[in-house]
Nanobody
């Protein structure tokens, strides 16, 4: 019913930038929030950034000031602009959307790999 497809990952040197995109398709309705999570080898999946339908934005402390989340509601797309990348940012980045009113559910993309070389 709902599909999330991430794109924009790749290999970049420390200090460089990448822009991730996530397009939602299918039975899209009542999006409460969209966000980006990441998981590095041997670590738990962690929240990177999220934006609610009301426009509230939050970031992990480790990325605040370097990453920017934005959305295009008409396209059901969320973006993550990543600047001043560090090797510690290397991870698989996953898109997530929380959707529903009476019935609420999280949907996940399959992830896109970001590798930052030192």
């Amino acid at each position: 019913q709902v599909q999330l497809v991430e794109s924009g990952g790749g290999l970049v040197q420390a200090g460089g930038s990448l822009r991730l995109s996530c397009a939602a398709s299918g039975s899209i309705f009542s999006i409460n929030a969209m966000g980006w999570y990441r998981q590095a080898p041997g670590k738990e999946r962690e929240l990177v950034a999220r934006i609610t339908n009301g426009g509230s934005i939050s970031y992990a402390d480790s990325v605040k000031g370097r990453f920017t989340i934005s959305r295009d509601n008409a396209k059901n797309t969320v973006y993550l602009q990543m600047n001043s990348l560090k090797p510690e940012d290397t991870a698989v980045y996953y898109c997530m959307t929380n959707m529903g009113s009476v019935y609420v559910m999280n949907y996940w993309g399959k992830g896109t790999l970001v590798t930052v070389s030192s």
